[in-house]
């Protein structure tokens, strides 16, 4: 049992709820930083010309906190320098209606979308070193290639002759 709690990878996240941008323009930022380390992550986000892009590091910084405090608090051993952006993600908030002023008194409704942003983040897991056994020489035999046969080309069939042409060949031949 203490085994399997052993390889379970602890993740940690951060909310960011009713933001006010389209949760469209929000993944625009959020595709950029998935599966990238946390610090190349916070560059990233912080030199981005995206109006989400300080909205999304803070959630971000969030994330790397409730880490950093879950570690201590929980006695867990956890190098912030070893994590990665697990998952990052723009939901659907609630829209706002409202109302345009249209031509001749009548009125537009157009609606205005608002995102939850949540980022999670976990510790990657140094790489285990896999050794590949190479099979021995004498057990490996070739097979001599079989030689391709060349396409032969295709002859293309003549072309119909139209009827002005066909009336033309008669009159000739009379």
Avoid at 109 to 137: D, F, G, M, N, S
């Amino acid at each position: 049992m203490s085994k399997i709690a052993a390889d379970k990878v602890r993740e940690f996240r951060a909310e960011a709820k009713f933001q006010r941008s389209s949760p469209q323009k929000a993944k625009l930022v959020l595709d950029t930083i998935k599966g990238m380390r946390v610090e190349q992550a916070l560059n990233t986000v912080h030199f981005s010309t995206k109006r989400m892009g300080p909205v999304v590091e803070k959630v971000l910084r969030s994330a790397i906190q409730n880490a950093t405090y879950a570690s201590q608090e929980q006695g867990l051993d956890i190098d912030v320098d070893n994590l990665v952006v697990r998952t990052a993600v723009a939901n659907d908030g609630p829209r706002l209606k409202r109302i345009r002023p249209a031509p001749m008194g009548r009125a537009f409704r157009y609606q205005r979308r608002l995102t939850h942003i949540v980022v999670t983040v976990a510790e990657k897991k140094p790489a285990t070193q896999v050794t590949v056994v190479a099979p021995e020489p004498e057990a490996v035999t070739k097979t001599p290639a079989k030689p391709v046969a060349k396409k032969s080309a295709v002859k293309k069939a003549p072309a119909k002759k139209t009827a002005a042409k066909k009336a033309a060949t008669k009159k000739a031949t009379k």
